[in-house]
């Protein structure tokens, strides 16, 4: 177990996970041609393919990004803490 590598990972997962499922909300597509559909919602904060006045802030937020990285990192680092037996063993006073 590396934990520095693993929770690097963890992150950059959370963050693939987050993209990828936005882009299989908007299209009944293949999944490469739905992350090339998923593009069309990151070029500016107005317009899409919905539509050339729609908004775009839920798919561009870094901070919507960064929660699910730190999500996907935080359940990675309690699943270190169990294997290595330190998960609750700090008492609560």
């Keep these: 177990m590396n934990i520095d590598t693993d ?6 997962e959370g963050l693939l996970k987050f993209y990828k499922s936005k882009a299989r909300l908007r299209c009944a ?3 490469h041609a739905q992350e090339a559909a998923l593009e069309g919602y990151l070029q500016g904060q107005i317009g899409n ?3 050339e ?3 775009n802030k839920s798919f561009y937020d870094p901070r919507k990004w960064l929660r699910e990285c730190e999500a ?4 990675r ?3 270190a803490f169990q294997e290595l037996g330190a998960f609750e063993t ?3 006073s």
Excluded: R
Aim: glycine share 4%; no cysteine.
């Design 7 to 12: 929770t690097q990972w963890a992150y950059w």
């Design 29 to 31: 597509l293949p999944l």
């Design 49 to 51: 393919p919905e539509g």
């Design 53 to 55: 006045d729609k908004p």
């Design 72 to 75: 996907s990192m935080t359940k």
């Design 77 to 79: 680092v309690e699943l």
């Design 90 to 92: 700090l008492s609560k």
